[in-house]
């Protein structure tokens, strides 16, 4: 256990949903990061926050939207799904801006069907 | 633009031999580099890192060699186990800009 915490792992769901993806980070730690790693993509950086403010965004699509809670935890809401959207989401954190290192969690799997 | 590429995307390695999986990045303003293994349905897991101002740096069993000048990256692991078996990905952070770039990842398998 890495210490941070990704639901669901699995969601199945069809073209045109809306979905939400929770990670909590590790304690202490107060920078979330978003990766997606498709087969042809390899792990494409999306977004960053720290305490609460975002910092860093990478290719996020405009269908995709993340934030940070007072409580660090973090969500990725994911609109308008296409098929292209299935992936793995990984999240991770690290303690300030990243200079320490970063955990990542186990992924939640997307299939958009 | 940053990118961080791998040189062969798998390697087979005989148990008991050492491994070196190599990286080339391109931004020469990056600073910061770290080494990940992702097994099969798991997220990528630290192995070892290393800051621009080092040339080498030693774990355990594994090793981290910069070459700051011809902007390579490799990692070895000393006798390789079957546990070794993995995706190995090389990342590079530059600057302020904390995010990680990964490369496209090697595919390390151990043979028997």
């Known amino acids: 256990d890495s210490g941070v915490t990704q639901t669901p792992k699995h969601l199945i769901t069809a073209t045109g949903q809306r979905v939400t993806l929770r990670c909590s980070p590790r304690?202490?730690?107060?920078?979330v990061y978003w990766y997606q790693q498709s087969l042809d993509q390899g792990l494409q950086f999306l977004i960053q926050?720290?305490?609460?403010?975002?910092?860093a965004k990478g290719n996020i699509l405009e269908r995709f939207s993340a934030q940070q809670f007072p409580d660090l935890h973090s969500e990725l809401n994911l609109s308008s799904l296409e098929l292209g959207d299935s992936a793995l989401y990984f999240c991770?954190?690290?303690?300030?801006?990243?200079?320490?290192?970063?955990?990542f969690g186990s992924g939640t799997r997307l299939t958009v069907v | 633009g940053e990118s961080v590429g791998l040189h062969l995307p798998t390697l087979s390695v005989q148990e008991g031999d050492n491994s070196i999986i190599n990286c080339a990045y391109s931004?020469?303003?990056?600073?910061?580099f770290i080494w990940y293994k992702q097994e099969s349905g798991k997220g990528p897991q630290f192995i070892i890192d290393?800051?621009?101002?080092?040339d080498k740096r030693q774990g355990q069993r594994v090793t981290v060699l910069l070459n700051k000048t011809v902007k390579h990256l490799s990692l070895q692991i000393a006798a390789t186990q079957p546990g070794d078996s993995a995706v190995y990905f090389c990342?590079?952070?530059?600057?302020?800009?904390?995010?990680?770039?990964f490369g496209t990842g090697t595919r390390l398998q151990v043979t028997l």
């Open positions: 991770a954190s690290s303690v300030d801006l990243g200079n320490y290192g970063y955990t």
């Open positions: 926050y720290y305490n609460g403010e975002e910092r």
């Open positions: 990342a590079e952070v530059t600057g302020t800009a904390s995010k990680l770039t």
């Open positions: 931004n020469s303003a990056s600073d910061y």
């Open positions: 290393i800051r621009s101002n080092m």
């Open positions: 304690s202490g730690d107060l920078s």
